[in-house]
C-alpha cells in the first residue's frame, strides 16, 4: 500500500506564503516524477509544477516567479513554496506522485487527499 499525505495549507492574506509538503509512505521502490495540482470550485484540476528524479521542474505560466517546487529523495517528500499569494490562488491542492511499488514491475500514479489553500484578506 502507498499513501502520499499532504500537509501545509491554511487561510493566508494576498502578497503571503505558504508552504506545502507532501510524503510518500509504505511499500515504496522508487519515485520518478512528483508534482501538484489544484482544483478550484467548478473548475478541472490543472498542474501547478512538478519535479523529475532528476531534479527538472515544470510551472503552470500563472506560478512562474512565484512557487518553487522541491524534493527530498531520502525522505519521499516533495514541497512547494508559494509566494506572493493571490486569490486565484484559492483552491485544493493536490499531490501526485510516480510511483512504483515493491516487487512490481510498473508504476502508477497516486494523489494525496488535497489540502485547501484561500488567499483571502
Known amino acids: 500500500q502507498v499513501q502520499l499525505v499532504e500537509s501545509g495549507g491554511g487561510l493566508v492574506q494576498p502578497g503571503g506564503s505558504l508552504r506545502l509538503s507532501c510524503t510518500a509512505a509504505?511499500?515504496?521502490?522508487?519515485?520518478?516524477?512528483m508534482g501538484w495540482y489544484r482544483q478550484a470550485p467548478g473548475k478541472q484540476r490543472d498542474l501547478v509544477a512538478s519535479i523529475t528524479s532528476a531534479g527538472n521542474t515544470n510551472y503552470a505560466d500563472s506560478v512562474k516567479g512565484r512557487f518553487t517546487i522541491s524534493r527530498d529523495s531520502a525522505k519521499n517528500t516533495v514541497y512547494l513554496q508559494m509566494n506572493s499569494l493571490k486569490p486565484e490562488d484559492t483552491a485544493v491542492y493536490y499531490c501526485?506522485?510516480?510511483?512504483?511499488?515493491?516487487?512490481?514491475?510498473?508504476?502508477?500514479?497516486?494523489w494525496g487527499q488535497g489540502t485547501q489553500v484561500t488567499v483571502s484578506s
Open positions: 509504505g511499500s515504496i521502490s522508487s519515485i520518478n516524477a
Open positions: 501526485n506522485a510516480n510511483i512504483r511499488r515493491v516487487g512490481s514491475l510498473y508504476s502508477a500514479n497516486y
